[in-house]
């Protein structure tokens, strides 16, 4: 009977504290988020000589460049083990005659597969070769006629190593939280599209996606980001993972994003600039009608009681709107931010508050915001979206909920705030996108199993009758496409309910033994098939392009942890 592949990831601890003295970021750490968002079962290696033969396949993401480590991954392949690297191990490029490349920090990986024709790379490291020596799979593009593999196999003794030139982990990471800390304007687009430079710092200065070469246009002519980079590239790691595993005759099962019967979800937020109670009324009266929930951000002083009570009582989710725009004398430091929060919480003391988003998505530095996120009870911010008309769309390469990475100086740990970015703000104002942006983006979200999160102001929801045209418009195609409206309380419930499922056994009969908190909503857990499997089996679905058998279970087929959501 098949059984689960045994996965460990390597990243060396002792290494990891000598980078982190120099202020040197280990993003390797994000390969735990990766895994964490599958729910894909794996063993933390902290240093080589944990590097054993009870591993079907270890990923090597942060390993010292010494021999005596080097010597102890290629024993472990040799002696049949599977090793999946990225854009490092280049000490062992000599014993497989190849030579290490240059460092590259922009670039394209290309592959036959049309879903992952063209995927943005920020940090990629190649090996090259005279003669032909490995097995090879997609193109790395980079400089005007630069070309080589992604991913190349060795078979060393009984074993193989897979390389990928491509750092993933780190290429997600610059997608999603830029490239470094922020403390200046970031660069406009030429033709005038996106303004970044205006003196407000805002999640729009850390963009790394390119003006001319990563933007499509949707059927107006409105330039927009139509990839979401970042979740691919998830897909392609644990496509790569799963063959690997398969290929050894062993499963490596991961969960579905969503509950049974969903694929995707839209959320609807509104932030509420100006508190004015008749703005909130026309967006109470529009979701009644659309029979939707949406997430409603609260800027200072909010509005009044009665309109308060009327938003609770409409089941819709009341959340913080921080506030740190001089001209409004708001400001970007912590004890603001306490101020503002437990203001509204006064307002609220019916409310567990549990999101926020930044008010013209001001930011600065790097993880100062989740940090005050984690210190005051938030669990999930929504600030990271745009704020121009020319970088609407997935311009930080993704639709779906992550927890960040922090900097070196809290040792690359993971934030404990679920991040919720949107896509685009109010449609038809003039100010950012026409509605002709809502089909492309719910087909790419629908693609990739994601959150299509859209933001509307209740000002323009009330002024503007072409805002109210788009707001409609999203509606009637996110609920066509069968998305169903959640608010950003309940993706973050479920993301964390969800982080409570562990895989642990598959069992003679070929169910499996989980581990998890209680919900009453059933999850979905996909098996993937060995080629004897597939053959064998009739009802099976493709994931991620990888022949699977599809599980559902409920709350009645885990073993409680007891674990409080």
């Not at 209680?518 to 022949?547: C, H, R, W």
């Amino acid at each position: 009977m098949t059984k689960i592949a045994n996965v460990g990831v390597y990243i060396d601890e002792s290494y990891a504290e000598r980078y982190w003295a120099y202020g040197m970021n280990v993003f390797s750490y994000y390969l735990y988020e990766i895994l964490e968002h599958f729910r894909i079962p794996y063993k933390k290696i902290e240093s080589y000589e944990e590097v054993d033969d009870s591993y079907e396949l270890i990923l090597a993401g942060f390993v010292p460049e010494t021999r005596e480590s080097l010597d102890h991954i290629w024993t472990y392949v040799r002696n049949g083990g599977t090793v999946l690297a990225f854009a490092n191990l280049n000490g062992l490029a000599n014993r497989l005659d190849h030579m290490r490349g240059e460092r590259i920090t922009d670039g394209y990986a290309l592959f036959a597969d049309n879903k992952y024709k063209k995927l943005k790379v920020l940090k990629a490291l190649p090996w090259h070769s005279p003669q032909q020596n490995s097995e090879e799979e997609g193109i790395l593009s980079y400089g005007s006629t630069n070309e080589s593999s992604v991913f190349q196999s060795f078979s060393i003794g009984e074993g193989r190593l897979v390389r990928c030139s491509v750092d993933i982990a780190e290429t997600i990471v610059n997608l999603h939280q830029g490239i470094e800390p922020l403390f200046e304007d970031g660069t406009p687009a030429k033709d005038g599209t996106a303004a970044v430079d205006d003196g407000v710092l805002k999640v729009d200065d850390q963009f790394v996606l390119d003006w001319e070469k990563d933007r499509d246009r949707t059927e107006t002519g409105l330039p927009y980001f139509a990839v979401p980079h970042a979740d691919l590239w998830r897909e392609i790691l644990i496509r790569k993972m799963v063959e690997l595993c398969v290929s050894d005759n062993h499963t490596l099962p991961f969960l579905g994003f969503w509950p049974e019967g969903i694929d995707s979800v839209a959320l609807m937020s509104h932030d509420s600039d100006y508190n004015q109670d008749e703005h909130a009324l026309t967006t109470l009266e529009l979701l009644e009608t659309a029979g939707i929930h949406s997430t409603w951000c609260m800027i200072l002083p909010g509005y009044s009681k009665e309109i308060y009570e009327k938003v609770i009582e409409s089941g819709h989710e009341l959340a913080f709107h921080y506030n740190a725009v001089e001209v409004d004398q708001g400001h970007w430091e912590r004890l603001e931010f306490k101020r503002q929060f437990e203001s509204l919480k006064d307002d609220l003391p019916m409310v567990n508050i549990q999101s926020n988003k930044n008010h013209l998505t001001r930011f600065e530095g790097w993880g100062e915001l989740f940090e005050w996120c984690e210190e005051y009870g938030i669990q999930s911010d929504q600030t990271r979206g745009s704020s121009k008309k020319g970088n609407l769309g997935f311009s930080c390469g993704t639709c779906h909920p992550y927890f960040p990475i922090a900097w070196s100086n809290d040792k690359n740990r993971l934030y404990n705030v679920l991040q919720l970015g949107f896509l685009t703000p109010d449609m038809n104002t003039g100010k950012w996108a026409d509605d002709s942006i809502i089909e492309p983006l719910l087909d790419q979200v629908k693609e990739v199993k994601g959150v299509a999160h859209f933001l509307f102001h209740q000002i323009h929801l009330h002024r503007n009758e072409d805002v109210r045209k788009g707001f409609k418009k999203f509606v009637e195609e996110a609920k066509k496409r069968n998305l169903p409206f959640w608010t950003g309380k309940e993706i973050n419930e479920w993301e964390r309910y969800r982080r409570t499922i562990h895989i642990k056994h598959i069992h003679s009969d070929g169910e499996f033994e989980i581990e998890g908190a209680v919900s009453d909503k059933a999850f979905i857990l996909y098996q993937p098939l060995t080629q004897n499997e597939g053959d064998q089996t009739t009802d099976k679905v493709v994931m991620f392009g990888i022949p699977c058998k599809k599980k559902v279970y409920n709350s009645k087929d885990v073993n409680e942890l007891g674990i409080n959501i």
